[in-house]
């Protein structure tokens, strides 16, 4: 069916974990709830977000601030590779690298992932039903960030590869129907204050 209203898509990557992924670190903590605050002025109507630890508790960090919006905990929101390039899709001067980065993954993953990844952009993206504007959350991780920016924005299958996205960042993307998707806001990091910037990135990329 073709959606008739138009749908705005809020994705945030988890808060900064601790070392050993079992949760969120105490800068993790005050991401989420600075990011919570960012959104509490906007009519989210749902928090979806990943089964693992980190994204999980992210959520409810930030849903403390989204009064009446609940929580869904789903596993197309997780972290999986969402496509698996063969290397004629690559450009050429990188296809080591990026076949190289991808190489340590099972054959579950490669099963698992493009299934995942596929239900997401059925699930998440495209206008909505009815005459009422939609407004979701989903707290996720960098790959699937990734994936729903490079669809968004119409790229080959393995763009999402080289995408990053901060702790608690924010990205925001709308699907009016008869228009093209627009990315309003990508990676935007504006309600963290200095010392709470740029993590999940590699040091190398930090600005």
């Known amino acids: 069916m073709t959606g008739t209203a138009t749908r705005y898509l809020y994705l945030a990557r988890h808060g900064e974990a601790l070392p050993d992924e079992s949760g969120l670190s105490e800068q993790g903590r005050r ?27 992210t959520a409810r960090l930030i849903a403390e601030s989204l009064p009446g919006a609940p929580l869904v905990a789903s ?3 997780g972290d999986y590779v969402p496509h698996f390039p063969d290397r004629e899709e690559l450009p050429p001067d990188c296809a080591d690298f990026l076949l190289t980065f991808l190489s340590h993954s099972s054959a579950e993953d490669r099963r698992r992932g493009p299934t995942l990844a596929r239900r997401a952009l059925e699930q998440f993206t495209g206008p909505v039903a009815g005459d009422q504007e939609r407004h979701e959350l989903v707290v996720t991780h960098n790959f699937l960030v990734g994936w729903l920016v490079r669809d968004a924005m119409d790229a080959p299958k393995w763009r999402w590869l080289g995408l990053n996205h901060g702790n608690a960042a924010l990205t925001v993307i709308r699907y009016t129907p008869g228009r093209p998707t627009t990315v309003l806001v990508h990676n935007d990091m504006r309600h963290l204050p200095t010392e709470l910037t740029w993590t999940g990135f590699p040091p190398d990329t930090r600005l």
């Open 31 to 57: 991401q989420a709830a600075l990011l919570g605050r960012r959104l509490a002025s906007r009519p989210i109507s749902a928090v979806h977000h990943g089964p693992l630890p980190r994204a999980a508790q």
């Open 75 to 77: 596993e197309t929101a």
